[in-house]
Structures are given as structure tokens and as C-alpha cells.
């Protein structure tokens, strides 16, 4: 069984800091693309940061220069780094993953964790 734990969530105010991770296990033979997702309430799943397997980055427009992705040891794990966070940050954070496992190459999700930005 494959799965993604995600573990760092929180409140924070403006302008703080947060870490997100995320561990993937089971039957992984490869890993194409990790990233991080977020839905706001009354909004769409929207894309964070994604990286390759290569180490290619992408940002949403939204967090460039504030959040920072990157893949750990073991490359299992995905990391988030979120500074100088705003309000319109509050959301559910969901780590993702594109996989091969021995059920397939497929996209996978964590259970998500609650990120709040306030003061």
C-alpha cells in the first residue's frame, strides 16, 4: 500500500514562517514529480510548487520568492518551506505525488494539513 504522510502544519501570523514535509511508503520504485497543493474553503485544489524528478521547480505566481521546494534523503520526501506567509496562505496543504509502485505509475495524495494564517 502506498501511502503520503504530511506533517508540519499550523497557525502562524503574517510575515511568519511555516515547514511543511511529506513521506512516501510502500512499493515505490520511482518517483517522477513531488508537489504541494492547497484548497482554501469555497475554492479549488490549486497547484503550490511542484519539482521533478531532475530537481525542475515550479511556483505558483502567488508564493514565488516566499515558498521554497525541495526533495529530501531519502528522495522520498518533499519538503516546503513557507516565509513571509499572508492570510490568503489559510489553507488545507496536500502533498502529492506522480508514482511508479507495483499497482502502476499514478498520482497520489496525502490526507492533507491545515495551514492558518491570522494574527
Known amino acids: 500500500q502506498v501511502q503520503l504522510v504530511e506533517s508540519g502544519g499550523g497557525w502562524v501570523q503574517p510575515g511568519g514562517s511555516l515547514g511543511l514535509s511529506c513521506v512516501t511508503s510502500g512499493s515505490i520504485s520511482n518517483i517522477y514529480a513531488m508537489g504541494w497543493y492547497r484548497q482554501a474553503p469555497g475554492k479549488e485544489r490549486e497547484l503550490v510548487a511542484r519539482?521533478?524528478?531532475?530537481?525542475?521547480?515550479i511556483y505558483a505566481d502567488s508564493v514565488k520568492g516566499r515558498f521554497t521546494i525541495s526533495r529530501g534523503n531519502p528522495r522520498s520526501t518533499v519538503y516546503l518551506r513557507m516565509n513571509d506567509m499572508k492570510p490568503e496562505d489559510t489553507a488545507v496543504y496536500y502533498c502529492n505525488a506522480d508514482m511508479q509502485s507495483t499497482y502502476g505509475r499514478s498520482n497520489y495524495w496525502g490526507q492533507g494539513t491545515q495551514v492558518t494564517v491570522s494574527s
Open positions: 519539482i521533478s524528478s531532475g530537481g525542475n521547480r
